[in-house]
């Protein structure tokens, strides 16, 4: 023996030689196996199979011997067989039995086997019923929904997606959301019921890989209104699967009557060409880790904007919308700032697409142009009502000239994105400011030499160091600091770990801050939302939670695709952005105003005024820490000290 299977040397598998024929015996096996595997209807057939011989052969036994009882309409070959199929089914049958007893043994030995087979029938019915079922809720039918948002992919995201979805349908009926991902349809739909709880929206699962072509057309692209193509969280490469997604949807059969609506996340920006070679003009890709950096830089040269940007990113509230109205072509930019009383105007978009946030306010607009406001809906900014409310001239203040200075920044821990942060904290900073990295990460300090060649208004240092670590976080000399920035680890540990470690660096921070009466801003980012409140405690100045701002990106450019140019603008250091500002240097502290009169200085400036922050209510989460956008412009304020305006302008 060559094998503990007993297999001689030469033979293949069951004993048969590379050349020889098979045997009857072999081929009998053969079909019986390739049958077993068509499922639950060809184990009826053999239990069928195996009752009627069963039945036959005891008829014949029952024949030949003349032990049967002559009775009625049981005599004769079809009465016996028909006798036979009555004890094989009914056991109770046995008990109406007379005759000899050889008879009334070979009528029980019929009954214990009929026993068997129908036991063995209900237990393989009741199976197939059961995987019939479970086949059923796994659904493998083609959706049937026309014009709906289609998520491919699943990861936490989907679930602020979703709960997005579901207040800006909050005015429509009948819009619905599909999701393809691979995982257990019964799963997927029981956590969103949990998490979601959709009442609006109609949320229908598919199980299926977005990449098969098969699959994807369950779910018929060829009729969304919006896809958005979602990383996988568990995927070290998560980009690569996102672009053979798009991929997919672009060279799919379906995809020959119109344009897809596509937007994807992008976790490293290298790959983002390879992206937009597959997705062409039909998608739009967003940057997470640039996306992250930008609003991780300007949260931290000013509280509070992180919230700002939130406001304006997610549906609930007040967001961005586009308004195209005839009626003011002609007019100036600058009139359109004091012209409805709910609707806070920041730019305007032309006929080719391309956007202009805080433009000149003499620009005069022209066919095609579209405005673009912050307002309640869409139907709000259709229908906004004319401005009332005459400016407070006299509050105003005049303008102060305030040079900007070089700044000190400290970055606490490490991840992919951290290069990003310093790119951008390096376009926005002045020349001669200073940035210090503590990190843990090996990698860290080879990246910064690599990665971050080209930064020249900041002077770059770097420190070996764990950022939970006391005692090199007291070394430091925090007090020097205009800004401390605390990065997740999450490269190397899971969410709640990286989060963890991330509230324990600020305990340390707020409590060396008040031993020492430091003044510096706080900004950390998080990569759970349970988490911002625990954050908190620590009274940091804002949180960032990346996860959900790329969430709430991809709801709002799933429903209008010009809105990524926007949220571009917004967050880059060309042109305008998003600045809180003293409010007392637009109007006169401790003033009674209304809104309109800080526009009015704001426009007086050459800005956009789009909201106010009550310094009063800045801890308070349930007033969006003092943060408000698109007040009415009437609406009374008596200016504070610490209360801030939010206004769109250039550096």
């Not at 049937?144 to 491919?152: A, F, Q, R, S």
Request: hydrophobic letters at 45%.
């Amino acid at each position: 023996m060559d094998s503990a299977r007993g297999t001689r040397a030469g033979e293949g598998p069951a004993g048969l030689e590379p050349d020889a024929e098979p045997t009857l015996r072999q081929k009998a096996r053969y079909a019986f196996d390739n049958t077993m595997a068509r499922g639950t209807p060809a184990l009826v057939g053999w239990l069928a199979a195996v009752a009627l011989a069963m039945i036959v052969l005891f008829t014949i036994i029952v024949l030949i011997s003349g032990l049967g009882p002559k009775r009625g309409t049981h005599s004769g070959v079809l009465g016996h067989l028909l006798d036979s199929l009555l004890h094989a089914l009914d056991p109770g049958t046995i008990a109406s039995d007379t005759g000899r007893w050889p008879f009334i043994v070979l009528m029980l030995a019929v009954t214990l086997g009929g026993l068997f087979i129908v036991s063995a029938l209900i237990g393989i019915i009741a199976t197939g019923l059961d995987s019939k079922i479970d086949e059923l809720r796994k659904g493998r039918s083609v959706v049937l929904e026309t014009d709906h948002t289609l998520i491919l992919g699943w990861s936490d995201s989907i679930f602020t997606i979703l709960s997005e979805l579901e207040i800006a349908n909050a005015s429509e009926k009948g819009r619905s959301a599909v999701v393809l991902a691979e995982q257990d349809k019964v799963e997927m739909d029981d956590l969103i019921r949990e998490k979601v709880r959709p009442k609006v929206t109609r949320v229908v699962t598919r199980s299926g890989s977005p990449i098969d072509l098969g699959h994807l057309a369950l779910v018929r692209p060829e009729k969304a209104r919006s896809i958005i193509v979602l990383a996988p969280e568990d995927d070290p490469e998560p980009d690569a699967q996102v672009i053979k997604t798009v991929l997919a949807l672009t060279q799919g059969t379906a995809h020959r009557d119109r344009d897809y609506e596509i937007v994807a996340e992008i976790e490293n920006p290298t790959n983002l060409r390879a992206a937009g070679l597959v997705g062409g003009e039909e998608a739009v890709l967003i940057d997470k880790r640039e996306t992250v950096a930008k609003l991780v830089v300007h949260s931290a040269r000013q509280s509070g904007a992180s919230v700002a940007f939130t406001e304006l990113l997610d549906f609930a509230g007040d967001e961005i919308y586009f308004r195209d109205d005839p009626s003011l072509v002609d007019r100036t930019f600058g009139e359109l700032l004091l012209r409805w009383e709910e609707c806070a105007p920041i730019g305007i978009i032309d006929d080719a697409g391309r956007v202009k946030l805080n433009p000149e306010h003499d620009r005069t607009l022209v066919e095609g142009d579209r405005v673009i406001a912050v307002a309640e809906d869409d139907a709000a900014l259709a229908a906004a009502s004319e401005v009332t409310a005459e400016p407070v001239t006299a509050a105003i203040a005049g303008r102060k000239t305030i040079l900007p200075r070089p700044e000190s920044v400290l970055l606490l821990g490490w991840n992919r994105g951290a290069t990003s942060v310093i790119t951008e904290f390096d376009a926005f900073l002045r020349p001669g400011s200073d940035l210090t990295v503590v990190a843990e990460s090996e990698e860290a300090e080879r990246t910064i030499e690599r990665d971050c060649v080209d930064v020249g208004n900041v002077q770059l240092t770097f420190q070996s160091g764990s950022p939970t670590d006391r005692e090199i976080l007291e070394g430091l000399g925090i007090e020097r600091f205009d800004h401390i920035v605390v990065l997740c680890c999450s490269d190397d540990l899971d969410a709640q770990r990286a989060d963890a470690r991330t509230l324990v660096t600020l305990l340390h921070l707020r409590d060396i801050g008040v031993r020492r009466d430091a003044k510096f801003s706080i900004v950390s980012e998080m990569l759970d939302d349970r988490n911002r409140e625990l954050a908190e405690v620590t009274e940091v100045d804002d949180v960032i939670v990346s996860g959900k701002v790329i969430s709430l990106m991809l709801a709002q450019i799933s429903e209008n695709r010009h809105l990524a140019k926007v949220f571009g603008e917004i967050f880059s250091a060309d042109g305008s952005e998003i600045y809180l500002r003293p409010a007392g240097d637009y109007v006169s502290s401790g003033a009674e105003i209304n809104f309109a009169t800080v526009v009015e200085a704001a426009r007086q400036r050459g800005e956009c005024a789009l909201g106010y922050r009550f310094g009063s209510k800045s801890k308070d989460p349930l007033a969006a820490y003092g943060v408000r956008v698109n007040v009415p412009k009437s609406e009374p304020i008596t200016v504070a000290p610490e209360d801030r305006v939010i206004v769109l302008a250039e550096d």
